[in-house]
């Protein structure tokens, strides 16, 4: 055991020597525990060696003060370079803390006055990292005396002081009598010490079951790279020397990957800890009281992991009304009046008698609500057997795996409140009622899918059919892009942002953010023009083009029509549904995708963690309410919200980027890309706010006329005193770009005006050539005549920049920012007659789509998002022609 020690120097307390002391042997030390960081930053042991300490006098100096000349730091006094060494203090590091004088927990995150501690301790302090990582819970536990201190070293407590502990006991779950006397660890249940460690985090998959070693006082040898097996070997360790029945009371469905040998671990046993969170007040029944409920061939004390499963005795009652389900007791419960739990059970006419599938792991142990399971005549019938409890995939089986079944409807059960006589009981009833057999609808495995295509894939090569599973298996993996447009090859700064977007959907040893495996989400908030699409555009690019992310669907988030369209895009995209699917059954088939993600690759890999993964984009969700019931909530993918909303993050528990206006720098930066010439836009910058969106169409409006900096700043002026003079309303100048859009209006012809104050009106993410082609009735009176007019006033917008091609370059799109600006800045005649014309457009398209005898429905699907939009605008103070014409639209958009 390698130890710190310290030495003052020139009789100054306030200044240290610290040396590292290998092989000590002391009696009297203190130890650190702490949340590491980034690894360059941490002291390492060769750092130690080439005497850089000076991070570590912190601890060193608070030892002083408590009378102690060493101390032992995890990160420094370890030679990971030794595996030998490194595996010695992975399985001593509880006793290395058990026996310490004292621990310091250092809280790198936590910065609390001392004059308001007592209020704090509830907020930043209980907030802190330091309590989500798996390590932590050993060194809180195993020492005897813990302090706790902030990110200055002031001190904030022990972990037994009268205000500290109990606040300790409600972040942890930890018992206040195990927090003071940790050898009272001993006699808690196993489920409960589990439920400690559920939903703590480690950098290595493997050290969430090596942490927990020490608390359940076993052994074994660390294998870094067995991913999740780490916890299957630590159960079957724990289960070596205890009979707590409480290690199967797990109730929560599994969340790991299902990897590479996990299908073969038998279905009584957790795949990880998350999985006790609910199960702490389950409490081992001693075995005499246990068989005292049953007959005498009660349940054995032994129980032991074989090649067919788990091999275990227990009392088995069948559930008539469900074919091959049985209730299994444990010697546990979590009822107050001790009645045993029970687990379900599943067996097939396939299945060797003596062999079952646990089923329903969602529900856990069965609990009775205070009322028994059995009367107490009638638990004669309740035989104790030994049983073999199998894995998912097990060739004991002809099936393989737990087949489906449907749940039994139980009104048709003929069940009594109190009894249901059994045809297979001796003549004793067994008490099972309604209220029982209500809750046991059957929840499928969450791996069924991946356990199915296992099935599939082994029946196939035992018929020699390989070469059809790898078609198969191909023709499953069609990886979809749903991009809305290319890359914007403009797109200059964010690159901080784009950075961290990076390291939070990858994380890596330099970043460990994320180490679930499951969903990483992140919102990107900012005021309208700042950027946002495009900075998830140029992501989504960048991804891609790399080859980050093998899948990127993109959803416009504007309306719940644009999501609908969107999950629509991506379904075609994977051909999931035939066309006219219902829309509900389109999102669910594309939610379904993404959750069995390359379920097929990561089942026949050797890798512990899935490598491929997906990117959703939720663009432009302004309005939050909306996307709960379109969010997966599984899969080995990351979504990316954009919201002007800046409290969108919370809603869905997201990490948050707000995007900042550019500084003068990065604004004449993305001039001088846009513009191509080697300007000082400094001056210019300054008066732009910022916003990306205003620069690109001062930009354009530049190379338009070929101003020059001080030409446009000159009509800026100009421009302002027009604002100021007609008393526009204040909400179009948004940052001053109200000034801008009144800059660049100005040079529009009125035909392009008009086509412009037109496209205000419809769905901005994609308007169809053909929506726009003139007609000769009701019509704007400055609106292109005539097609060629009409192309005209579109490459004048095109080349202003107020507009863009779409990608599918039979439409255009335009910013929402521009649409707003435009109709604020109409007059009441013109708003009047610009929207009824795009009603009269989008009615004559409505109308023509529907001419011939088999409408095309995807003509009519892109028409529905400008019905809708329209319909937004719309109001009784509108022409009567206008809304009479809208009303028709949507009642055939209804049908």
Same mark, same amino acid.
Not at 51 to 58: A, F, S
Not at 308 to 314: C, D, T
């Given at each position: 055991?390698?130890?710190?020690?310290?030495?003052?120097?020139?009789?100054?307390?306030?200044?240290?020597?610290?040396?590292?002391?290998?092989?000590?042997?002391?009696?009297?030390?203190?130890?650190?525990?702490?949340?590491?960081?980034?690894?360059?930053?941490?002291?390492?042991?060769?750092?130690?060696?080439?005497?850089?300490?000076?991070?570590?006098?912190?601890?060193?100096?608070?030892?002083?003060?408590?009378?102690?000349?060493?101390?032992?730091?995890?990160?420094?006094?370890?030679?990971?370079?030794?595996?030998?060494?490194?595996?010695?203090?992975?399985? @001593?590091?509880?006793?290395?803390?058990?026996?310490?004088?004292? %621990?310091? =927990?250092?809280?790198?995150?936590?910065? !609390? $006055? &001392? #004059?308001?501690?007592?209020?704090?301790?509830?907020?930043?302090?209980?907030?802190?990292?330091?309590?989500?990582?798996?390590?932590?819970?050993?060194?809180?536990?195993?020492?005897?005396?813990?302090?706790?201190?902030?990110?200055?070293? @002031?001190?904030?407590?022990?972990?037994?002081?009268?205000?500290? %502990?109990? =606040?300790?006991?409600?972040?942890?779950? !930890? $018992? &206040? #009598?195990?927090?003071?006397?940790?050898?009272?660890?001993?006699?808690?249940?196993?489920?409960?010490?589990?439920?400690?460690?559920?939903?703590?985090?480690?950098?290595?998959?493997?050290?969430?079951?090596?942490?927990?070693?020490?608390?359940?006082?076993?052994?074994?040898?660390?294998?870094?790279?067995?991913?999740?097996?780490?916890?299957?070997?630590?159960?079957?360790?724990?289960?070596?020397?205890?009979?707590?029945?409480?290690?199967?009371?797990?109730?929560?469905?599994?969340?790991?990957?299902?990897?590479?040998?996990?299908?073969?671990?038998?279905?009584?046993?957790?795949?990880?800890?998350?999985?006790?969170?609910?199960?702490?007040?389950?409490?081992?029944?001693?075995?005499?009281?246990?068989?005292?409920?049953?007959?005498?061939?009660?349940?054995?004390?032994?129980?032991?992991?074989?090649?067919?499963?788990?091999?275990?005795?227990?009392?088995?009652?069948?559930?008539?009304?469900?074919?091959?389900?049985?209730?299994?007791?444990?010697?546990?419960?979590?009822?107050?009046?001790?009645?045993?739990?029970?687990?379900?059970?599943?067996?097939?006419?396939?299945?060797?008698?003596?062999?079952?599938?646990?089923?329903?792991?969602?529900?856990?142990?069965?609990?009775?609500?205070?009322?028994?399971?059995?009367?107490?005549?009638?638990?004669?019938?309740?035989?104790?057997?030994?049983?073999?409890?199998?894995?998912?995939?097990?060739?004991?089986?002809?099936?393989?795996?737990?087949?489906?079944?449907?749940?039994?409807?139980?009104?048709?059960?003929?069940?009594?409140?109190?009894?249901?006589?059994?045809?297979?009981?001796?003549?004793?009833?067994?008490?099972?009622?309604?209220?029982?057999?209500?809750?046991?609808?059957?929840?499928?495995?969450?791996?069924?899918?991946?356990?199915?295509?296992?099935?599939?894939?082994?029946?196939?090569?035992?018929?020699?059919?390989?070469?059809?599973?790898?078609?198969?298996?191909?023709?499953?993996?069609?990886?979809?892009?749903?991009?809305?447009?290319?890359?914007?090859?403009?797109?200059?700064?964010?690159?901080?942002?784009?950075?961290?977007?990076?390291?939070?959907?990858?994380?890596?040893?330099?970043?460990?953010?994320?180490?679930?495996?499951?969903?990483?989400?992140?919102?990107?908030?900012?005021?309208?023009?700042?950027?946002?699409?495009?900075?998830?555009?140029?992501?989504?690019?960048?991804?891609?083009?790399?080859?980050?992310?093998?899948?990127?669907?993109?959803?416009?988030?504007?309306?719940?029509?644009?999501?609908?369209?969107?999950?629509?895009?991506?379904?075609?995209?994977?051909?999931?549904?035939?066309?006219?699917?219902?829309?509900?059954?389109?999102?669910?088939?594309?939610?379904?995708?993404?959750?069995?993600?390359?379920?097929?690759?990561?089942?026949?890999?050797?890798?512990?963690?899935?490598?491929?993964?997906?990117?959703?984009?939720?663009?432009?969700?302004?309005?939050?309410?909306?996307?709960?019931?379109?969010?997966?909530?599984?899969?080995?993918?990351?979504?990316?919200?954009?919201?002007?909303?800046?409290?969108?993050?919370?809603?869905?528990?997201?990490?948050?980027?707000?995007?900042?206006?550019?500084?003068?720098?990065?604004?004449?930066?993305?001039?001088?890309?846009?513009?191509?010439?080697?300007?000082?836009?400094?001056?210019?910058?300054?008066?732009?706010?910022?916003?990306?969106?205003?620069?690109?169409?001062?930009?354009?409006?530049?190379?338009?006329?070929?101003?020059?900096?001080?030409?446009?700043?000159?009509?800026?002026?100009?421009?302002?005193?027009?604002?100021?003079?007609?008393?526009?309303?204040?909400?179009?100048?948004?940052?001053?770009?109200?000034?801008?859009?009144?800059?660049?209006?100005?040079?529009?012809?009125?035909?392009?005006?008009?086509?412009?104050?037109?496209?205000?009106?419809?769905?901005?993410?994609?308007?169809?050539?053909?929506?726009?082609?003139?007609?000769?009735?009701?019509?704007?009176?400055?609106?292109?005549?005539?097609?060629?007019?009409?192309?005209?006033?579109?490459?004048?917008?095109?080349?202003?920049?107020?507009?863009?091609?779409?990608?599918?370059?039979?439409?255009?799109?335009?910013?929402?920012?521009?649409?707003?600006?435009?109709?604020?800045?109409?007059?009441?005649?013109?708003?009047?007659?610009?929207?009824?014309?795009?009603?009269?457009?989008?009615?004559?398209?409505?109308?023509?789509?529907?001419?011939?005898?088999?409408?095309?429905?995807?003509?009519?699907?892109?028409?529905?998002?400008?019905?809708?939009?329209?319909?937004?605008?719309?109001?009784?103070?509108?022409?009567?022609?206008?809304?009479?014409?809208?009303?028709?639209?949507?009642?055939?958009?209804?049908?």
């Amino acid at each position: 055991m390698h130890l710190l020690s310290w030495e003052v120097l020139d009789g100054r307390e306030d200044k240290l020597k610290i040396r590292l002391e290998r092989d000590a042997n002391v009696v009297n030390y203190a130890i650190l525990s702490h949340r590491w960081g980034n690894p360059e930053d941490e002291v390492s042991f060769e750092d130690m060696l080439n005497g850089r300490q000076e991070g570590k006098k912190g601890c060193c100096k608070q030892a002083q003060k408590d009378g102690l000349r060493y101390v032992w730091i995890d990160t420094c006094c370890i030679n990971k370079a030794s595996s030998a060494e490194l595996s010695e203090a992975i399985t @001593s590091m509880f006793t290395y803390y058990e026996r310490s004088n004292v %621990c310091y =927990v250092f809280m790198d995150d936590v910065l !609390i $006055d &001392s #004059t308001a501690k007592e209020n704090l301790y509830s907020s930043s302090f209980s907030r802190s990292a330091w309590f989500t990582r798996g390590w932590t819970l050993q060194e809180l536990i195993a020492p005897l005396r813990v302090k706790f201190f902030d990110s200055s070293w @002031s001190f904030l407590g022990l972990k037994t002081d009268e205000l500290l %502990c109990p =606040v300790i006991e409600s972040i942890t779950g !930890i $018992d &206040s #009598t195990v927090l003071n006397i940790p050898a009272t660890a001993r006699l808690v249940s196993i489920s409960k010490k589990m439920s400690w460690a559920a939903r703590r985090k480690t950098t290595r998959i493997e050290d969430v079951a090596y942490s927990l070693m020490g608390i359940f006082g076993v052994y074994m040898s660390p294998l870094y790279g067995e991913g999740h097996h780490a916890f299957i070997r630590l159960q079957e360790a724990i289960m070596r020397t205890s009979n707590d029945h409480t290690i199967f009371a797990w109730i929560s469905p599994p969340i790991v990957p299902l990897t590479p040998g996990l299908e073969l671990v038998s279905t009584m046993l957790a795949l990880s800890p998350d999985q006790f969170e609910y199960s702490a007040a389950f409490r081992s029944i001693p075995h005499d009281e246990h068989n005292k409920v049953f007959t005498a061939s009660g349940n054995k004390l032994d129980y032991a992991i074989t090649n067919a499963g788990l091999a275990i005795r227990l009392p088995l009652l069948e559930i008539p009304e469900f074919e091959g389900l049985y209730a299994a007791f444990l010697a546990c419960t979590e009822g107050e009046d001790r009645i045993p739990s029970a687990i379900l059970l599943r067996t097939t006419t396939e299945t060797p008698a003596g062999y079952f599938w646990r089923t329903n792991c969602n529900e856990g142990p069965i609990e009775r609500s205070k009322r028994r399971w059995f009367s107490t005549s009638g638990r004669e019938a309740i035989d104790s057997i030994d049983l073999y409890v199998i894995p998912r995939f097990s060739s004991v089986s002809g099936d393989n795996i737990e087949p489906p079944w449907i749940r039994v409807d139980t009104a048709k059960t003929q069940c009594e409140d109190a009894v249901k006589t059994s045809s297979r009981t001796k003549k004793n009833s067994l008490a099972i009622d309604t209220a029982v057999l209500n809750s046991l609808g059957h929840a499928p495995d969450p791996y069924f899918r991946e356990l199915a295509f296992l099935r599939q894939a082994h029946q196939m090569i035992s018929t020699n059919q390989a070469d059809q599973l790898v078609n198969m298996i191909k023709t499953r993996q069609r990886f979809p892009k749903t991009l809305p447009s290319p890359r914007n090859r403009t797109f200059c700064g964010r690159d901080g942002v784009l950075q961290e977007l990076r390291d939070a959907f990858f994380p890596s040893e330099r970043n460990p953010k994320s180490q679930s495996g499951g969903l990483t989400g992140y919102t990107i908030s900012g005021m309208g023009g700042i950027g946002k699409t495009q900075v998830a555009l140029e992501f989504a690019h960048y991804c891609i083009e790399n080859h980050l992310f093998n899948a990127v669907i993109w959803i416009d988030a504007t309306t719940s029509t644009s999501i609908h369209a969107g999950f629509q895009r991506a379904a075609s995209e994977l051909k999931l549904t035939e066309q006219g699917s219902p829309p509900d059954t389109i999102v669910r088939e594309v939610l379904r995708w993404l959750s069995d993600f390359d379920q097929h690759s990561n089942i026949l890999s050797s890798s512990s963690t899935p490598s491929a993964k997906w990117l959703l984009v939720f663009d432009n969700a302004d309005d939050t309410s909306l996307l709960p019931d379109f969010l997966p909530s599984t899969g080995p993918g990351c979504v990316l919200v954009t919201s002007r909303d800046p409290n969108a993050w919370f809603e869905f528990r997201f990490e948050n980027i707000s995007l900042d206006p550019f500084t003068i720098e990065e604004s004449s930066e993305l001039f001088r890309r846009l513009t191509r010439k080697d300007w000082d836009f400094a001056s210019l910058s300054e008066r732009f706010g910022g916003l990306p969106l205003a620069i690109s169409r001062a930009a354009s409006l530049i190379i338009m006329k070929g101003f020059s900096v001080t030409e446009y700043l000159r009509m800026w002026d100009e421009s302002d005193k027009e604002i100021q003079s007609q008393g526009y309303s204040s909400r179009a100048r948004i940052d001053s770009s109200g000034i801008i859009w009144s800059t660049t209006l100005r040079q529009l012809s009125p035909s392009s005006r008009a086509l412009l104050q037109v496209i205000s009106f419809l769905d901005p993410k994609f308007i169809q050539d053909s929506i726009l082609i003139p007609l000769r009735t009701a019509m704007l009176e400055e609106y292109p005549q005539n097609k060629s007019d009409l192309f005209e006033s579109r490459s004048d917008l095109l080349q202003y920049a107020l507009i863009r091609r779409s990608s599918e370059y039979d439409g255009v799109q335009v910013h929402r920012l521009v649409q707003r600006v435009v109709i604020e800045r109409m007059n009441a005649e013109e708003y009047q007659k610009a929207l009824s014309t795009a009603v009269t457009l989008v009615s004559s398209a409505w109308i023509d789509a529907n001419s011939t005898e088999l409408p095309d429905p995807k003509i009519l699907e892109g028409l529905l998002p400008h019905v809708f939009k329209l319909a937004e605008s719309v109001t009784e103070e509108d022409g009567l022609h206008t809304r009479t014409n809208l009303l028709k639209l949507l009642s055939d958009a209804e049908e």
